[in-house]
């Protein structure tokens, strides 16, 4: 698969170049795309600054489309999608929003998304622990994970892992 760079992608929507484009017709462009330095944001600005809402959302649905097939260009393997284990990450941060610490893991074999979270939240109350904190408020977008621990249910495959939450966390004040 061919990778296609952000300011080719710039150059096709905007200047109508195609991907064949040489440097020497970049001067024709509205966007400045001739800086290295820029990134997606940098070049999404510039579009709301001289473009159109339906540039912008031109521009976002193409780069998400090759951002799309390249992962699965990535992830596929001879039509097959590859198994890979899961990975969870873990962030403190102080009442400030200051970080405090952090840890990222990858997990032995591949897990559900809520078995995923469920870990994770895991992992982040026993980093607490271990740092000495005694105050935590723990967050999450995992909803369904949050209500499952508030409600003490501990039945079924995240049985163990809230016992552990509600294990470690019960020294937190």
């Avoid at 484009?21 to 024709?28: A, F, G, I, L, T």
């Avoid at 795309?33 to 809402?53: F, H, N, R």
């Avoid at 271990?130 to 935590?136: D, K, V």
């Avoid at 994970?145 to 501990?154: A, H, K, N, S």
């Amino acid at each position: 698969m061919r990778r296609v760079s952000a300011r080719l992608l710039i150059l096709e929507l905007f200047c109508g170049s195609g991907f064949g484009v040489r440097k020497s017709q970049w001067h024709n462009c509205p966007i400045e795309v001739t800086s290295s330095s820029k990134d997606l944001v940098d070049i999404a600005l510039d579009i709301i600054e001289k473009g159109s809402p339906l540039d912008l959302e031109l521009f976002f649905a193409v780069a998400w489309s090759i951002w799309w097939n390249r992962n699965q260009a990535i992830h596929e393997d001879s039509g097959f999608l590859q198994v890979r284990p899961s990975s969870i990450g873990v962030v403190i941060r102080d009442c400030r929003g200051s970080l405090i610490a952090a840890s990222s893991k990858i997990l032995p074999a591949p897990f559900s998304i809520e078995i995923s979270e469920a870990l994770a939240l895991q992992e982040g109350v026993l980093l607490a622990s271990e740092l000495g904190i005694s105050h935590a408020i723990v967050e999450s977008d995992a909803l369904s994970i949050i209500q499952v621990i508030t409600e003490g249910d501990l039945g079924g495959e995240l049985g163990h892992i809230v016992q552990n939450i509600k294990d470690i966390s019960s020294s937190f004040s």
